[in-house]
C-alpha cells in the first residue's frame, strides 16, 4: 500500500452523509464557470443523484444555466423543450426520457434523472425565458437524427435555397447505409471521402447564412447543433474502422465544440455543468491515455479556460451493484460490482474508512497525492469476474480532478420499466 497516499486521504477526507455535507464543495468550486461531473459507471444510482444533488445547487446558489450531458442532442432536445415549457403538450418526464432509444437507453432513461428532469421543470416555471436552465446532449452519434432534424427544419422555414439543396445532398449519400453506423464505416474503406463535403459544405452554408435562422425556441441553437453533429459524426464513423485513438480523439472534440456552441449561445459569462463518464471529464493528460495519443473532454476544457474557470470532479465506489451488459447491444441486467482492487484508488478510500466521502485537491495538498495509481473504470459492457485485466485506469488523481466523490458502497439506478431495444 502507497502510505503517503493512505496518509493523505486520511488527513483530508471529509465524510459525506447527506447532501448538505456538499456545502464545502460547493464553496470551493467558487465561480468557476465550467464543472464537470464524471462517473464511474453508466448505471449507479448514487453517481447520478449526488451529481444532481450538487447541479441543484449550483443552479440555485451559483446562477449555472446549462447541463450538458454525454448523450444525443436530439433525444435531449426533447428534454430541453419540455423543462423550458416549449413544448404545450402535458407529457410525463417518463414518457419524454424514451426519446433515448438509443442503446444504452438505461444512460439517461432512468428514474433518478426523470426526478432532476421534474425539478428542473418546475425551477423553470418560476424563471423568466432568459434565465431558464437548459438541458443538452453533447454526444455524436445522431448522424441520420440529426440529419434528419436539419433537413425537417430548413425544409419548413424560410431557409436559403443553397442550404436546403445541400442538406438533400447530404442526407441522399447516407441513405444507402440504412442507418447502420457500422455499413457507413466499412464502405470508407473502399470509397475514399465517401460523404465528408457534403457535410461539410452543409455546417459551413449553415454558419455563413446564420442571421436567417434567428427562430424560436432556440431553433437556430438547434439547426446549427445538428448540423455540426452531421459532420463531425461522418469523421467519426469513418475513423472508427481505422484508429480506436483517433475515434476516441474525434468524440472528445466534437464534445468540447458543442459545449462551446453552447456556452456562445448563452453569452460568455454563463455556467455550464457537463455530465459524462470519469473517462471524458478526467484530465487525459494525468492518465495512461496520454501514451496513446488520447485526449478528452476534461483535457481540452482545461487547456481551453483559464484555470480558475474549471472545475472537475470525479466519482468512485468500493463495491455494491451496477446495471451493465454482457455485450454491445444486450438487455441490461444488475450486476455485482466486486471489491476493488488491492491498493487501487478506491481501495485505498475504502482502508481509509468504510464511509462515503469527498476529497478536494488544491495547490497546498496537491502534491500529497502526486502518485500514480489504478482507478477504477466501469463501461455499459461490463465483466466483473475480469475487471482485474483492464478496468483500472493508471491515474495521477490529483492532476485528474480537483476533487473525488467516494461512495463506498453504491447500488444500481432504475432503468424506466418501458424501454425499447
Not at 465561480?31 to 441543484?56: D, M, Q
Not at 483492464?390 to 453504491?410: E, T
Request: glycine share 4%; hydrophobic share 40%.
Amino acid at each position: 500500500m502507497d502510505q503517503i497516499l493512505a496518509s493523505a486521504i486520511k488527513s483530508h477526507a471529509i465524510p459525506f452523509e447527506t447532501n448538505e455535507d456538499l456545502s464545502r464543495l460547493v464553496d470551493e468550486i467558487g465561480e468557476a464557470k465550467i464543472v464537470l461531473l464524471g462517473e464511474a459507471s453508466h448505471g449507479t444510482s448514487e453517481f447520478y443523484s449526488v451529481r444532481a444533488a450538487l447541479s441543484k445547487r449550483l443552479i440555485a446558489e451559483k446562477g449555472f444555466s446549462v447541463i450538458a450531458v454525454e448523450g444525443d442532442w436530439p433525444s435531449a432536445q426533447q428534454v430541453n423543450r419540455y423543462i423550458k415549457g416549449y413544448d404545450k403538450e402535458t407529457k410525463k418526464t417518463e414518457d419524454i426520457l424514451q426519446a433515448f432509444n438509443r442503446w444504452p437507453t438505461w444512460m439517461w432513461a432512468n428514474k433518478e434523472i426523470a426526478s432532476l428532469i421534474e425539478w428542473l421543470h418546475a425551477y423553470n416555471e418560476k424563471k423568466a425565458p432568459e434565465q431558464k436552465v437548459g438541458f443538452y446532449g453533447i454526444d455524436v452519434y445522431s448522424l441520420w437524427e440529426s440529419m434528419e432534424e436539419v433537413l425537417r427544419y430548413l425544409s419548413r422555414t424560410k431557409s436559403t435555397g443553397v442550404d436546403l439543396a445541400l442538406a438533400k445532398k447530404a442526407f441522399s449519400c447516407f441513405e444507402p447505409f440504412n442507418r447502420q453506423p457500422e455499413n457507413y464505416a466499412i464502405s470508407t474503406l473502399n470509397i475514399s471521402d465517401v460523404c465528408v463535403d457534403e457535410v461539410s459544405k452543409l455546417l459551413a452554408s449553415i454558419r455563413t447564412h446564420e442571421e436567417h435562422y434567428k427562430g424560436e425556441e432556440e431553433a437556430d441553437l438547434n439547426l446549427k447543433v445538428n448540423a455540426l453533429v452531421a459532420k463531425n459524426a461522418e469523421e467519426y464513423y469513418r475513423a472508427m474502422v481505422r484508429n480506436d485513438a483517433l475515434s476516441w480523439n474525434i468524440r472528445d472534440e466534437h464534445m468540447v465544440e458543442t459545449i462551446n456552441e453552447l456556452r456562445n449561445y448563452y453569452g460568455e459569462e454563463a455556467k455550464i455543468l457537463v455530465w459524462e463518464h470519469n473517462t471524458h471529464i478526467g484530465d487525459a493528460s494525468a492518465t495512461d491515455m496520454k501514451n496513446e495519443n488520447m485526449i478528452n473532454v476534461g483535457q481540452l476544457i482545461r487547456e481551453q479556460n483559464r484555470p480558475e474557470d474549471v472545475y472537475a470532479i470525479g466519482f468512485g465506489t468500493h463495491r455494491g451493484t451496477v446495471i451493465a451488459a454482457e455485450e454491445w447491444g444486450l438487455p441490461y441486467e444488475k450486476m455485482e460490482v466486486p471489491p476493488a482492487q488491492r491498493d487501487s484508488w478506491e481501495d485505498l478510500l475504502h482502508q481509509a474508512g468504510p464511509f462515503n466521502k469527498f476529497l478536494m485537491f488544491n495547490e497546498q495538498n496537491r502534491h500529497l497525492f502526486d502518485s500514480w495509481i489504478g482507478h477504477r473504470a466501469i463501461g455499459v459492457v461490463y465483466h466483473p469476474e475480469y475487471e482485474v485485466y483492464g478496468n483500472y485506469v493508471p491515474s495521477n488523481i490529483s492532476h485528474r480532478y480537483d476533487a473525488f466523490i467516494y461512495i463506498d458502497q453504491s447500488r444500481a439506478l432504475t432503468p424506466l420499466e418501458a424501454q425499447r431495444w
